[in-house]
Structure formats: structure tokens, C-alpha cells
């Protein structure tokens, strides 16, 4: 699967779900309605090496970490 299909996933199959992006990462937070001020992490995807992280070589084409 590539990250957009696993966003949709989500956003279709979990109710209560919501996207956000930040700090270069995309990702699916469960938020009824807004309730919440932002919501509680489920999944994240980050798809580029940031300033601190540099471990998991991003860089490369067609690879991006989903952490859940």
C-alpha cells in the first residue's frame, strides 16, 4: 500500500477519525467531532529524514515509516 491509500483506509473504515499534517508527517487522529482540541494519535506517516531523525533513511524513493 502507498501512504495515501492507508490514509483513506482509515479515514473510511474508522469512524471518528480525522487527518491532520504537521511537522513534515500525515496523519489519522480519532476526534468525534471535533471534540477534542486535536484529537488522540492512531497513525502517523512520515515520508522524508527531519533534523533529528535520520535513523530510518527516508530519503529513499518509495519508503515511509507508519507508525501506529
Known amino acids: 500500500m502507498k501512504p495515501d491509500e492507508i490514509l483513506s483506509y482509515c479515514l473510511e473504515n474508522f469512524k471518528g477519525t480525522v487527518f491532520t499534517e ?24 512520515k515520508e522524508k529524514d527531519g533534523k533529528n531523525d535520520k535513523a530510518s533513511d527516508l530519503n529513499r524513493e518509495n519508503t515511509f515509516r507508519v507508525n501506529l
Not at 487522529?29 to 484529537?39: A, E, I, Q
Open 22 to 45: 504537521s511537522w513534515g508527517e500525515r496523519g489519522i487522529f480519532y476526534n468525534p467531532d471535533y471534540t477534542l482540541k486535536r484529537g488522540i494519535y492512531v497513525l502517523t506517516i
